[in-house]
């Protein structure tokens, strides 16, 4: 029986570019469905900033994912602007296909061209340039289905849990979602899960739900 998990991503983000290089580590009886959203609304929902919004951190991240890239085999190379506004290009993704999206293929040539090739993708030309690559039709980027296919994905991403890209969320045979796997670190953890759904459920990691918060920031205050 196929196993689904899905693949909750931005083309603003260069760690989702660099964790399809990981795919092919997972079980063969996974299926990986990704999904478009906005990385910009789930940052506001949970109050936080980007990391390339955070100046002192912003060429360290640039720096980490080029060079995560390299060890992973994804070279990266950065578009001209970033962070850029990738919204018509995640309509034109989330809209592909009469609206159930852009399949694994379309998607991983969609980074390869932002993250790769490093061609912007926050321009009408950019746009139009990006779905001509893509064998796609420029209007899904202005799509009303498409759009409502972005924002839908969105909300099931943040009801899942989701606070960030790229981010894995499995589900059991009944349908039922697991925990979200943020992050190209987390791969290895998302790999001991699919072979063990029990995990979280034993020592040391059951006590983890029981840690209490002992101090609070508030929402303006974080970084």
Do not use: C
């Amino acid at each position: 029986m196929t196993r689904r998990l899905d693949f909750y991503y931005d083309l603003l983000s260069p760690y989702a570019h660099i964790v399809l290089a990981r795919l092919p580590d997972l079980p063969t009886d996974v299926a990986v469905r990704p999904r478009a959203i906005l990385f910009g609304a789930v940052l506001a929902h949970h109050g936080q900033l980007g990391p390339a919004e955070i100046e002192a951190k912003r060429l360290h991240t640039y720096r980490q994912a080029v060079f995560l890239g390299a060890t992973l085999g994804r070279e990266t190379v950065f578009p001209p602007r970033h962070p850029f506004n990738p919204l018509a290009a995640l309509r034109l993704l989330a809209g592909a296909h009469d609206g159930a999206g852009a399949d694994l293929a379309t998607v991983r040539g969609a980074f390869d061209f932002v993250f790769s090739q490093g061609e912007p993708v926050d321009t009408p030309d950019g746009v139009t340039a990006l779905a001509e690559r893509l064998g796609l039709d420029p209007a899904l980027a202005t799509a009303e289905a498409s759009k409502a296919a972005l924002r839908a994905n969105t909300e099931d991403a943040l009801a899942a849990g989701v606070f960030g890209v790229p981010s894995f969320v499995p589900y059991d045979a009944d349908g039922a979602a697991g925990p979200v796997f943020w992050g190209v670190d987390a791969f290895d953890m998302l790999l001991a899960f699919l072979d063990e759904p029990a995990i979280f459920e034993r020592p040391p990691y059951a006590a983890l739900n029981h840690v209490k918060i002992g101090v609070r920031r508030e929402k303006a205050n974080r970084a």
